[in-house]
């Protein structure tokens, strides 16, 4: 945690700051990022992946692991406490990939190694039930907002549509070409934006699973891909270094933000949708404006590539994971 003397120190900037701030004519409000985390986790034994925030703010799960190195961990902190929630286990000696959280809280999906996907209980993780769901391995997935249907895509180049409650697919995706890295839904639950190894962005009916867009990864591997909050935008971004940002009702491209300095691996909108923040295979983050799609700054986050960004429910913080092999939590933008 964050020593006394840390907070004193930001105390006492804070102050200054706003001393100086005072004497200054009255402007718009200009985000920025904290230079220093409120704290880092570390000890994981390979890459961490992904991180998520309950829908209550309290519980921040982590998962780390590698498809080719027993080294996974599964590791669940009490943000209220400070402390590691000591049930959390990964089953899967590789690790989990990806996790989702429910709207409603009660339950926590992990996608795993094995190509399973478990549903537990996000006060101990403990496994509820279970369902192979992409043979190779499950590399995404999310819950639609009711909280009744679960998306997923894999290694095998599929996405399906799950009933949570028969563990049934209702629909299957099938169109890529590769590993599918990414997805998203967009906040209505009726279109699925997925972004792949093969360059490409797809967007595909959650109902009927037909496809109905092809985006273009400018020939490169599409590592995220994000709806905006309000739906009206989306954003993809890989490993040529740039985040296209796209118009979901037209499907025209309407900016390419950022340059060919490193791909970027991570991305997310503030929950706002005020910003977007992006995270870079040298360990960067980078924050955008979304009003006029102006760069407010970069710093080094980490030591290498950021892998997943998460803001809390209430916007007030945020986590991120890394090949490093450290999450760190920030004051959010």
């Given at each position: 945690?964050?020593?006394?003397?840390?907070?004193?120190?930001?105390?006492?900037?804070?102050?200054?700051?706003?001393?100086?701030?005072?004497?200054?004519?009255?402007?718009?409000?200009?985000?920025?990022?904290?230079?220093?985390?409120?704290?880092?986790?570390?000890?994981?034994?390979?890459?961490?992946?992904?991180?998520?925030?309950?829908?209550?703010?309290?519980?921040?799960?982590?998962?780390?692991?590698?498809?080719?190195?027993?080294?996974?961990?599964?590791?669940?902190?009490?943000l209220t406490s400070g402390k590691p929630?000591?049930?959390?286990?990964?089953?899967?000696?590789?690790?989990?990939?990806?996790?989702?959280?429910?709207?409603?809280?009660?339950?926590?999906?992990?996608?795993?190694?094995?190509?399973?996907?478990?549903?537990?209980?996000?006060?101990?993780?403990?496994?509820?039930?279970?369902?192979?769901?992409?043979?190779?391995?499950?590399?995404?997935?999310?819950?639609?907002?009711?909280?009744?249907?679960?998306?997923?895509?894999?290694?095998?180049?599929?996405?399906?549509?799950?009933?949570?409650?028969?563990?049934?697919?209702?629909?299957?995706?099938?169109?890529?070409?590769?590993?599918?890295?990414?997805?998203?839904?967009?906040?209505?639950?009726?279109?699925?934006?997925?972004?792949?190894?093969?360059?490409?962005?797809v967007l595909w009916n959650v109902a009927?699973?037909?496809?109905?867009?092809?985006?273009?990864?400018?020939?490169?591997?599409?590592?995220?891909?994000?709806?905006?909050?309000?739906?009206?935008?989306?954003?993809?971004?890989?490993?040529?270094?740039?985040?296209?940002?796209?118009?979901?009702?037209?499907?025209?491209?309407?900016?390419?933000?950022?340059?060919?300095?490193?791909?970027?691996?991570?991305?997310?909108?503030?929950?706002?949708?005020?910003?977007?923040?992006?995270?870079?295979?040298?360990?960067?983050?980078?924050?955008?404006?979304?009003?006029?799609?102006?760069?407010?700054?970069?710093?080094?986050?980490?030591?290498?590539?950021?892998?997943?960004?998460?803001?809390?429910?209430?916007?007030?913080?945020?986590?991120?994971?890394?090949?490093?092999?450290?999450?760190?939590?920030?004051?959010?933008?």
């Open positions: 945690m964050v020593s006394l003397n840390h907070w004193l120190s930001a105390a006492i900037i804070a102050l200054s700051v706003g001393a100086v701030a005072s004497a200054q004519p009255a402007g718009p409000a200009r985000a920025s990022l904290s230079k220093q985390p409120r704290f880092t986790l570390s000890g994981y034994k390979d890459v961490v992946w992904c991180v998520a925030f309950s829908p209550d703010g309290k519980l921040l799960v982590t998962c780390s692991g590698n498809r080719d190195a027993l080294a996974g961990e599964f590791r669940g902190y009490d929630v000591q049930r959390f286990v990964s089953e899967e000696a590789r690790g989990v990939r990806w996790v989702s959280f429910a709207p409603d809280g009660k339950t926590l999906a992990t996608a795993e190694y094995d190509g399973m996907v478990k549903i537990r209980d996000p006060a101990t993780g403990r496994v509820l039930t279970k369902f192979e769901a992409h043979p190779g391995g499950v590399q995404c997935l999310k819950f639609t907002r009711d909280g009744k249907t679960l998306v997923t895509c894999g290694k095998d180049k599929l996405c399906r549509v799950w009933d949570v409650a028969t563990r049934k697919a209702t629909a299957t995706m099938s169109g890529h070409n590769n590993h599918v890295y990414s997805l998203d839904l967009s906040p209505d639950d009726k279109t699925l934006l997925t972004g792949c190894n093969d360059s490409t962005a009927t699973g037909e496809l109905t867009g092809t985006i273009p990864g400018n020939n490169s591997p599409v590592e995220v891909v994000r709806f905006s909050p309000d739906g009206k935008l989306f954003a993809v971004a890989g490993w040529d270094g740039f985040v296209y940002v796209w118009d979901t009702a037209t499907e025209t491209r309407i900016r390419e933000l950022g340059g060919p300095k490193g791909g970027i691996l991570a991305m997310a909108f503030t929950p706002d949708g005020k910003y977007l923040l992006d995270g870079t295979d040298p360990g960067l983050l980078q924050l955008w404006d979304v009003a006029v799609w102006q760069e407010l700054g970069k710093i080094e986050a980490h030591n290498s590539q950021v892998r997943a960004i998460a803001f809390s429910p209430d916007g007030k913080l945020m986590a991120t994971a890394s090949h490093d092999h450290t999450v760190k939590i920030w004051d959010a933008p």
